[in-house]
Protein backbone atom coordinates (compact mmCIF):
# COMPACT_ATOMS: atom_id res chain seq x y z
CA UNK A 1 0.00 0.00 0.00
CA UNK A 2 0.47 3.65 -0.46
CA UNK A 3 0.14 6.28 2.03
CA UNK A 4 0.99 10.09 1.74
CA UNK A 5 1.05 12.00 5.56
CA UNK A 6 0.55 15.53 5.40
CA UNK A 7 1.85 17.55 8.42
CA UNK A 8 2.74 21.25 9.29
CA UNK A 9 -0.56 22.33 9.12
CA UNK A 10 -2.34 24.72 11.83
CA UNK A 11 -2.80 28.56 12.74
CA UNK A 12 -0.93 31.00 11.39
CA UNK A 13 -1.00 35.48 11.43
CA UNK A 14 -1.70 37.55 8.20
CA UNK A 15 1.93 38.25 6.93
CA UNK A 16 3.63 35.29 8.22
CA UNK A 17 4.79 31.77 7.17
CA UNK A 18 3.72 28.04 7.67
CA UNK A 19 5.74 24.91 6.17
CA UNK A 20 3.31 21.42 5.00
CA UNK A 21 5.43 18.81 4.12
CA UNK A 22 3.71 15.37 3.00
CA UNK A 23 5.89 12.40 2.96
CA UNK A 24 4.79 9.54 1.03
CA UNK A 25 5.85 6.18 2.28
CA UNK A 26 4.86 2.14 1.33
CA UNK A 27 5.31 -0.13 -1.63
CA UNK A 28 6.63 2.43 -3.83
CA UNK A 29 8.70 2.14 -7.06
CA UNK A 30 8.62 5.87 -8.54
CA UNK A 31 7.30 8.99 -7.63
CA UNK A 32 6.60 10.81 -10.35
CA UNK A 33 5.01 14.76 -9.83
CA UNK A 34 3.60 15.81 -6.32
CA UNK A 35 1.26 18.21 -5.96
CA UNK A 36 -0.28 20.63 -3.43
CA UNK A 37 -3.94 21.05 -3.64
CA UNK A 38 -6.28 23.39 -1.28
CA UNK A 39 -9.58 23.83 -0.27
CA UNK A 40 -11.48 26.42 1.45
CA UNK A 41 -14.65 26.15 2.58
CA UNK A 42 -17.84 26.46 0.27
CA UNK A 43 -15.22 26.28 -2.79
CA UNK A 44 -13.60 23.90 -5.26
CA UNK A 45 -10.42 21.97 -4.67
CA UNK A 46 -8.13 24.18 -6.68
CA UNK A 47 -4.26 23.59 -7.27
CA UNK A 48 -1.49 25.14 -5.65
CA UNK A 49 1.61 23.94 -7.25
CA UNK A 50 3.31 20.60 -8.77
CA UNK A 51 7.16 19.80 -8.72
CA UNK A 52 8.40 17.07 -11.22
CA UNK A 53 10.64 14.36 -10.39
CA UNK A 54 13.33 16.55 -12.16
CA UNK A 55 12.31 19.60 -9.59
CA UNK A 56 10.62 21.87 -12.74
CA UNK A 57 7.68 23.81 -10.64
CA UNK A 58 4.11 25.15 -11.72
CA UNK A 59 2.04 27.18 -9.41
CA UNK A 60 -1.07 28.76 -9.66
CA UNK A 61 -0.59 31.94 -11.13
CA UNK A 62 -2.63 33.65 -7.90
CA UNK A 63 0.13 32.23 -5.94
CA UNK A 64 3.25 32.89 -7.04
CA UNK A 65 5.56 34.81 -5.02
CA UNK A 66 4.65 33.84 -2.47
CA UNK A 67 4.52 29.93 -2.16
CA UNK A 68 7.43 27.69 -2.84
CA UNK A 69 6.82 23.88 -3.44
CA UNK A 70 10.20 21.54 -2.76
CA UNK A 71 10.92 18.19 -2.57
CA UNK A 72 13.12 15.81 -1.67
CA UNK A 73 13.38 12.60 -3.63
CA UNK A 74 15.74 10.45 -1.35
CA UNK A 75 12.86 10.89 1.35
CA UNK A 76 9.92 10.90 -0.98
CA UNK A 77 8.52 14.32 0.42
CA UNK A 78 7.26 17.09 -0.73
CA UNK A 79 7.37 20.43 0.85
CA UNK A 80 5.25 23.46 0.74
CA UNK A 81 6.85 27.10 2.31
CA UNK A 82 3.63 29.26 2.66
CA UNK A 83 5.00 33.26 3.10
CA UNK A 84 2.95 36.39 3.67
CA UNK A 85 -0.31 34.77 4.44
CA UNK A 86 -3.37 35.86 3.61
CA UNK A 87 -6.79 35.21 5.44
CA UNK A 88 -8.10 33.97 2.03
CA UNK A 89 -5.33 31.33 2.61
CA UNK A 90 -7.46 29.19 4.76
CA UNK A 91 -8.15 26.12 3.54
CA UNK A 92 -7.48 22.17 3.98
CA UNK A 93 -4.51 21.65 2.13
CA UNK A 94 -4.09 17.87 0.74
CA UNK A 95 -1.10 16.39 -0.96
CA UNK A 96 -0.94 14.36 -4.08
CA UNK A 97 1.62 12.19 -5.95
CA UNK A 98 1.56 10.23 -9.12
CA UNK A 99 3.11 7.24 -7.98
CA UNK A 100 4.03 3.64 -9.56
CA UNK A 101 3.74 1.23 -6.41
CA UNK A 102 6.35 -1.61 -6.46
CA UNK A 103 5.06 -4.72 -9.35
CA UNK A 104 2.90 -2.61 -11.58
CA UNK A 105 3.67 -0.45 -14.60
CA UNK A 106 0.99 2.48 -14.54
CA UNK A 107 0.97 4.99 -12.55
CA UNK A 108 -1.93 6.07 -10.02
CA UNK A 109 -2.52 8.89 -7.94
CA UNK A 110 -2.77 9.01 -4.21
CA UNK A 111 -3.87 11.49 -2.01
CA UNK A 112 -3.10 12.80 1.35
CA UNK A 113 -6.02 13.35 4.23
CA UNK A 114 -5.22 16.51 4.54
CA UNK A 115 -4.34 19.27 6.74
CA UNK A 116 -6.28 22.37 8.00
CA UNK A 117 -4.29 25.68 7.64
CA UNK A 118 -6.55 28.75 9.24
CA UNK A 119 -5.11 32.56 8.63
CA UNK A 120 -5.87 34.72 11.41
CA UNK A 121 -6.11 38.63 10.37
Known amino acids: QVQLVESGGGLGQAGGSLRLSCAAS????????MDWYRQAPGKQRELVATITSGHTTNYADSLKGRFTISRDNANNTVYLQMNSLKPEDTAVYYC???????????????WGQGTQVTVSS
Open 26 to 33: GNIFNINA
Open 96 to 110: AATIIPTGRVWPSQY
